[in-house]
């Protein structure tokens, strides 16, 4: 069985002193889950205090993006190569919050990845459909697109070091990408079937093994009360976790349950 990778992405939710506190005790609820690859994405402002809090830990440093250049004129944007020496190990990329609200194209994800393989951090790829695409039909070739340029000249070598997100937009926490309506946690049917389809897809690129070896996080309110739903697909390997991530008490659970599910 693959081993569950649980990602919390704090998004710009918690101050530095906040992610000093909320780390401490993360490592201290988190420990004894020594059978699941576990990642936090704090802000920039906070890899430095987490990288030393998760140091000799079971919890790894992950980045919420970066740029595609190693470093130059880009006032406001972040060094690949100065997040993996403040102790990144994973880069979340192409978060529907990037793609919909910061207009980033799949092609510009797909020059993060490269630059990502090339310096060695390992691309947390997101891809999702909107409530609209989903509404006309338009999921399968909305993430299957998503998928293929935001991977092109991606070899079978470098696959192997991602994982991949799908977070439909409609699920996801977020009036940034939901302004109005109800926001829910896809159904089990509903995760199933784009698990499914991303899973075909990795498989048909990369052949049985290593398309069957990629991890797939769901992601999009997943809570400690939904996420066995989530976790028990075949094609789930993991969840990526936003609200319920940014507190130690709903964090815990998650990672229990994934687990528990491996035992
Ligand atoms: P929520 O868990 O808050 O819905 O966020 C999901 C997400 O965007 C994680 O990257």
């Not at 994973?90 to 529907?96: E, F, P, R």
């Not at 695409?133 to 697109?145: D, H, K, S, V």
């Not at 991606?154 to 990408?177: D, G, K, T």
């Amino acid at each position: 069985m693959m081993k569950y990778v649980i990602g919390g992405n704090w998004k710009m939710k918690r101050g530095i002193q906040d992610s000093i506190d909320v780390a401490k005790e993360m490592v201290n609820e988190l420990e004894k889950y020594d059978n699941i690859e576990i990642f936090i994405a704090p802000s920039y402002t906070s890899l430095r205090d987490l990288a030393k809090i998760f140091e000799g830990t079971n919890i790894k440093l992950a980045a919420q993006n970066m740029h595609e250049k190693d470093k130059g004129s880009y006032t406001g944007e972040i060094s690949p190569v100065w997040l993996k020496d403040c102790g990144c190990e994973y880069v979340i990329l192409g978060h529907s919050e990037r793609r919909r609200v910061y207009n980033e194209s799949s092609e510009r994800i797909n020059e993060k990845v490269l630059k990502a393989l090339e310096i060695g951090l390992k691309p947390v790829l997101c891809v999702g459909e909107s409530a609209e695409e989903r509404n006309n039909g338009q999921a399968e070739e909305i993430n299957g697109t998503q998928l293929e340029v935001s991977l092109k000249e991606v070899s079978s070598e470098q696959i192997q070091n991602f994982v991949i997100a799908y977070e439909p937009v409609w699920a996801i926490n977020s009036r940034a990408l939901n302004p109005v309506g109800e926001i829910r946690a896809a159904t089990r049917k509903e995760a199933e079937e784009m698990h499914n389809f991303i899973r075909n897809w990795l498989v048909n690129q990369y052949g049985d093994e290593i398309g069957n070896s990629i991890p797939l996080q769901y992601g999009g309110s997943v809570d400690k009360d939904n996420c066995k739903k989530f976790f028990t697909v075949d094609n789930i390997n993991g969840g990526l976790v936003g609200t319920a991530s940014i507190k130690a008490t709903d964090f815990e659970p998650i990672v229990g349950t994934a687990s528990e599910l491996m035992k």
